[in-house]
């Protein structure tokens, strides 16, 4: 199969008013587990690198070409997706390997400033037919404080996506990222107004915060595209302590990573199900 366009998955669940999943991959094996927990679940998935996880691997091409070649060679539709990048060099490098859509977040910036610099990026990828995010009002936890956030405002979000010509919001909403508790209370009246404000897909940032029953209402109430890191993470490292616990005397990496692999991939599988079903 072609690797599929973000803006293609994004474009059917926003008409069809469904869930799309976005699952972040930080290597080779989430990559795969990723792919795989869609083919069991037989439904498209969104897989993310993240400007941290381009950080950490210095330098984003040997991931990225991995990931292409395990999206083209799956059953299932999958597009690839930058998350959370800040240096605008990385998002026209990521355009230039094939991602076919890019999260520009300055939101930590003022308002005026992050959408002078989202417009700018929004028209450069356009021009080369890839597909923006941006964020406007903070979602918590970006520092490592799970915090709500400054919450989006239903008119300033009509405004930006006037202005900037974006064609997704990742909205604040009360949700917060690297949460390992799924116990957030979202503002569903605050997701229903954003999404009659906007006409473009709203994006939850922070979604493994969330739980299950969560995911299904935001869903209901307008949200488009569900954002999951952290809550794949926690089911991979779990496996991998509980191989390594159970064998002080493995030293096999392939042995304790397939492990955390075929575990994400599992809960890859139930949260589509959740979050594409909902």
């Known amino acids: 199969m072609t690797l599929t366009t973000t803006a293609s998955l994004l474009s059917t669940a926003y008409e069809e008013g469904r869930g799309i999943a976005a699952f972040n991959a930080i290597n080779l094996e989430t990559v795969e587990a990723i792919a795989t927990g869609a083919e069991a679940a037989n439904l498209p998935v969104i897989v993310q690198i993240s400007e941290n996880a381009v950080r950490y691997h210095q330098g984003l091409a040997p991931l990225a070409h991995a990931a292409i070649a395990i999206a083209t060679g799956s059953t299932m539709p999958i597009s690839l997706h930058l998350d959370h990048a800040t240096d605008e060099r990385l998002v026209g490098i990521a355009v230039d390997l094939g991602f076919s859509s890019v999260m520009y977040d300055a939101s930590q910036l003022d308002y005026e400033e992050n959408l002078t610099r989202t417009a700018a990026v929004v028209r450069r990828c356009h021009d080369r037919g890839a597909h923006v995010e941006a964020e406007l009002g903070e979602v918590g936890g970006k520092d490592g404080v799970h915090a709500p956030g400054v919450r989006t405002d239903p008119g300033e979000a009509a405004a930006f996506v006037a202005s900037t010509g974006v064609d997704a919001l990742a909205v604040a909403v009360g949700s917060s990222h690297k949460m390992t508790t799924r116990d957030a209370a ?14 473009v897909p709203l994006v939850l940032h922070g979604s ?3 739980s299950d029953d969560g995911l299904r209402a935001a869903i209901a109430a307008g949200m488009t595209k569900i954002n999951v890191a952290t809550q794949l993470n926690k089911a991979f490292t779990a496996a991998v302590r509980e191989s390594l616990a159970a064998d002080p005397s493995l030293v096999d990496q392939r042995r304790y990573l397939g492990a955390g692999r075929e575990a994400m991939a599992a809960e890859t599988a139930r949260l589509l199900t959740v979050i594409t079903r909902a």
Request: charged residues 30%.
């Open 186 to 199: 979202l503002d569903e009246t605050l997701i229903a107004a954003l999404r009659r404000a906007v006409d």
């Open 208 to 210: 493994s915060g969330v």
